[in-house]
């Protein structure tokens, strides 16, 4: 009886830990996955939640604890142990090669051949395997490659490489006379072949040891190397083999229209839509065999249509006797699809419940650890004068090679909350850069207080009353290596108070700092002198809207002011953006999350591919069809001047 | 109250020996002690026989064998190499790599000169022109950087031989009447030149040679010099730390993206940076070649002033502080004049440059070492707390759903 016990479970993390220095981002986390269900894991921002599934997934070890997966104890060392554990995991941001189609994508990496794919492969003759196994993940690149530039160099005519490459590699007739078309010197070259094999080398461990690590450093150099890799193994397939992918192609059309996960496979990602670069990682898992999926917040970049279908999907898959684990901390999405939820808070395991035992209200309070009031835009405050206008503004991205925003016009009057909704990567961050005089624009016009803005000068727009919470507050809002008092000055350092005479005055900005310190409940381990570094995220936030709404503007750039700060926090920082409607501030703001786009604006502009296309009253309008304007479905905005 | 205050300044002292800066000084004290040790090593390995004598004579900077000549020489390298090492430390707290320090010296050291023997200037003027002349070279690369994205370190490199050339053509065409008659490809010395005896007037120093304050028995070089750089480096340290114009340096060198956000001026702080930076290192030149110690030799062969270089390397010991700065040019100028006063028949001149460059290769890992200290910290506290710990941890597990 114990063991069949046992063996109900999928995963068993037990006893888990993991600090990073000081921090402990999971204390003692038990989490308890059964088979086949879909299981959800709710927490706030920073609850531990991705820590813990990182650690399932491989990419961090714990400190303490132990993990079994159907029942047995194992060790995930890294993302290649969790596969061969068939655990896959969709990453909050995907993990594909742009230039590739999403067949090259799902089908790239997939080192090992599947058992039926050998199978079959023993049946026929040698030829046919040599040319699965390439078909099948590239398996011996490696040592073809040696074998190629071996055979390049030992070879003196055409005729002796045509032989070589018809009876040592296995090619057809057809292929090798590809090959002989190719420039003679370019192959006998050996700079050429022996660079490629050194790449290829080079490629599949850094590829291998980095692919899946979360790291944002790595980041830029992993795209760097998948690119590259794509290109040499594109390079690869022209020159050596004519793989046949229609095979392949049609045993994942299959896979994708049992689950009902309709991918074009022959669209590049760079031309798919986020939706379907999800179901491509999907379906990446699916043709991995992978039983124990987890989707790390998976809904953050979909719209409210796209989420439906993702939710049937989850479905699907649990009908199919998949394990589903599904990170999110959007409540109503987990009382449609979960069968059971553990909760996290502060890298705590708080419980886990039934979804049939529990409610919305229940939920969240677990989740946050007090009741949770959710600020709504009651304001009856009419809006005063226009004090933004923007007027055709267009900008060019140099590095796509066309607008990102394109004849942008809308004006926000004082004492109003305007909201651009939409998904992201339509142009939102362009345009707050433009408005905020961090990038250059092409065309058009941006007027504050009847002043004509100049490009990138931030001094003027400080100078007028422009606030700004940026997206990225690490890379705009603060210098983490200074304290909290410099960084609370950054913007107002020149201002009499905090300097004379070129001189920093320490006890006013010691003063400033312990003053707003109170009034904004700013935590930090060393008060003022705590490095901006050392605080955690939620805290930071708080530092930056202290400084920004301090100043008393009279424009304030708000972009997803409230990401990666827990719910309470999010309240707070709601009712502070209110307060500042109140006091006559015109406030612009960019959100991806809906429920603070109907719960605080005035007015909504949607922006989809750098263009507005609606503008609404959130009183007048649903989500459903705010989502059809999002997905770019229905387009609909007139920009009128105002009568004078 | 008297208790609280008393809290206070228990918490402040234990921080000052505990903090992030304390365990800066211990890492760097850590890379030193490594350096010299392996140094001596080398020597040991070199002649067993010679090794202890002529180590203590190393780090002591030679002062048995100088005497009180020795401490003067010692104050009178230590200057250059802090100028040279602040200047360095200024630029690269900005985050710019000052690579192109020896291209400055070299024109710094040709403004002090030409002003002092050709034009027979009161020192304050030469010294004034050695910063002028630096300021200019330094905000070549800096002007470059900012508008046309070229890198700094490229163009540093490139000006410091461009310098080097122009210098050495300027002194062997037609300035050549400052080279010595004597000494056909060294520059006059800092005393009055006997045309008929063909020899140098001791007695008589140029209006352009660094007072000595009336302290004569330290030796010829010693001069005011080593007070000017003391200055130096407190004043840049006040610029940094205390004004607006070193708190936006400091944040643009640490978050560029941040400094744009809030409104700085990014290009003018890039070109002042590097003004200055280069003012402070043609001064260090300026009190080099006015203190006396050597003299410029304008061959075309010769190599770029080692000064600089050591600048560098100072500016990486003090681990980018101005005040570290002070000790760790110190530390150099003891070990380059202990050099000189080692057995040179079994030891090279060269050893000093060798134990302060294993110091700046370990320093190089200062990040290892400053990780080092508070390891070991934890790791001893640890142990105590283990005990105590570990019943807790059994339970927890325990407790798990």
Known sequence: ?644 | MSNLKQKINRESIKRTFTGTGANKVYSSLFCIVCGLFIGFLIMVVLSPKNAPFDFTMLITGGIKFYGLNGFGNILSMFAPLLCAGVGVIFAYKTGIFNIGAAGQYTLGAFGALVFALKLNQHWTVCLLMAMLFGAVWAAIPALLKVFCKVNEVISGIMLNWIGLFFVNWSLQTYLSSIINPGDSYKTWKLYVYNASTGKYDFTKPLISKLPNMGISNLGDTFSIAFIIAILVAIFAFILMEKTTFGFQLKASGYNRHATKYAGMNAKKNCILTMIISGAIIGLGAGLFYLSGIEEWSATISSALPQVPWNGIIIAFIAQMNPIGAVFAAGLLGVLSTGATATTQSVFPKEISDLITSIIVYLSGLTAITMRFFPWIKKKLSRKKVSEAEQPLIVDANKGGK
Request: aromatic letters at 6%; proline letters at 2%; glycine letters at 6%.
């Open chain 1, 1 to 644: 009886m114990a063991n069949v016990n046992k063996n109900t479970y999928a995963v068993e993390m037990l006893g888990i830990t993991k600090r990073f220095g000081n921090i402990c981002a999971n204390k003692n986390v038990n989490l308890r996955i059964k088979k086949g269900e879909i299981h959800a894991l709710l927490g706030e921002n920073g609850a531990g939640k991705s820590t813990i599934m990182s650690i399932l997934f491989g990419l961090y070890s714990p400190d303490e604890g132990k993990i079994k997966i159907n029942g047995k104890e194992v060790e995930i060392k890294d993302p290649n142990d969790a596969n061969k554990l068939k655990i896959g995991m969709v990453h909050q941001h995907f993990k594909l090669v742009e230039c590739y189609t999403l067949l090259e994508n799902i089908i790239l990496g997939k080192e090992t051949p599947s058992v039926h794919f050998l199978q079959d492969a023993m049946e026929k003759d040698d030829r046919e395997i040599n040319r699965l196994n390439i078909l099948s993940g590239y398996i011996n690149i490696q040592k073809r490659m040696e074998q190629f530039t071996k055979l390049i160099h030992d070879s003196k005519t055409e005729v002796d490489i045509r032989y070589n490459l018809i009876n040592t590699m296995h090619l057809t007739p057809e292929q090798a006379d590809f090959v002989l078309a190719m420039p003679i010197g370019d192959l006998k070259s050996s700079t050429i072949s022996n660079n490629f094999d050194k790449e290829i080398d080079r490629l599949r461990v850094k590829v291998q040891a980095k692919v899946d690590k979360k790291d944002s450093r790595f980041t830029k150099l992993k795209r760097k190397i998948l690119f590259n890799c794509a290109k040499a193994l594109d390079w690869f397939n022209k020159l050596v083999c004519n793989v046949d992918k229609n095979k392949v192609a049609m045993e994942i059309t299959e896979i994708s229209r049992k689950y009902g996960l309709s991918v074009d496979l022959n669209c590049k990602v760079e031309d798919a839509t986020v939706g379907m670069q999800q179901r491509t990682e999907i379906l990446k898992m699916l043709y991995r065999d992978n039983d124990i999926l987890i989707f790390d917040e998976p809904t953050a970049v979909l719209t409210p249509q796209e989420i439906e279908g993702l939710l049937n999907v989850m479905r699907n898959l649990k009908r199919e006797g998949k394990t589903i684990i599904f990170i999110t901390h959007k409540l109503n999405e987990i009382m449609a699809v979960a069968d059971r939820v553990t909760v996290l808070r502060r890298g705590e395991s708080i419980d886990t419940v039934d979804i049939k035992n529990t409610n919305v209200a229940k939920l969240s309070t677990m989740m946050v650890g007090h009741n949770v009031n959710i600020i709504h835009n009651n304001s009856k405050k009419k809006p005063g004068d226009t004090i933004l206008k923007v007027r055709g503004l267009t900008m060019f991205d140099k590095v796509k090679q066309k607008n990102s925003i394109t004849d942008v016009n809308f004006n926000i009057r004082e004492g109003e909350i305007v909201t651009i909704a939409g998904i992201d990567g339509n142009g939102q961050r362009e345009l707050i850069e433009a408005i905020t005089g961090l990038e250059k624009t092409k065309l058009g016009s941006i007027k504050f207080k009847n002043k004509l803005l100049k490009d990138g000068d931030v001094k003027t727009r400080n100078a007028l009353g422009m606030s700004h919470i940026p997206e990225d507050r690490h890379k705009h809002g603060l210098v983490l290596e200074y304290d909290l008092k410099q960084n609370l000055v950054l913007r107002d350092f020149k201002n009499k108070k905090f300097s004379r005479y070129g001189f920093i005055r320490k006890g006013n900005l010691i003063k400033n700092a312990n003053e707003l310190i109170k009034k904004h409940d700013i935590r930090s381990s060393q008060g003022d002198t705590s490095t901006a570094r050392s605080m955690s995220g939620g805290n930071q936030q708080k530092l930056i809207i202290a400084r920004e709404i301090e100043r008393k503007p009279d424009l304030l750039v708000a972009v997803q002011p409230t990401r990666g700060v827990d719910i309470g926090a999010i309240s707070n920082i709601n009712s502070k953006l209110l307060k500042e409607k109140e006091r006559g501030a015109a406030i612009l703001l960019v959100s991806f999350e809906l429920d603070e786009v109907f719960g605080l604006s005035d007015r909504i502009l949607v922006m989809h591919d750098g263009e507005l296309v609606g503008e609404f009253d959130p009183k007048k309008v649903t989500r459903k069809e705010l989502g059809l304007y999002m997905s770019g479905a229905k387009r609909n905005y007139k920009f009128v001047e105002e009568a004078r």
